[in-house]
């Protein structure tokens, strides 16, 4: 039951907004950033490190796109590592599960260097 307080042009206005943020959430973030993957112990290194990705993408992508690189299959172990300091979860966006510029720009700054995300790879477990 609706309260007697609302008026229909309320429940319009309450529907468009759902109906913006939806929009907004179905939008892509056109916004890059550039990945160094760096090869730690007995891993192999690659011909070329830097790619651009976007930052909407999830770290799975992340993932997968090295294990195509590297012509690793599926079983094969890989161990990925953000800046040497922790393992992303896969369903992390590579822009750390926001959308919001200012916590971006934080997350570039704490764990990439010079705007590039450092992306380590191992195929053994290299840090706890």
Known sequence: MVPSSWRADDADTSIQHAFNALETYKRRDPSK????FKAVGNAPIMKQNDYTITASHRFQAVIMFLRKELRW?????LFTYVNLAFAPAPDDTVSNLSADKLI?????????????LIVNYSTTAAWG
């Open 33 to 36: 950033v550039i990945v160094r």
């Open 104 to 116: 971006m720009y934080m997350y570039l700054q704490s764990f990439a260097t010079g705007q590039r």
């Open 73 to 77: 299959k599926a079983g094969d172990p």
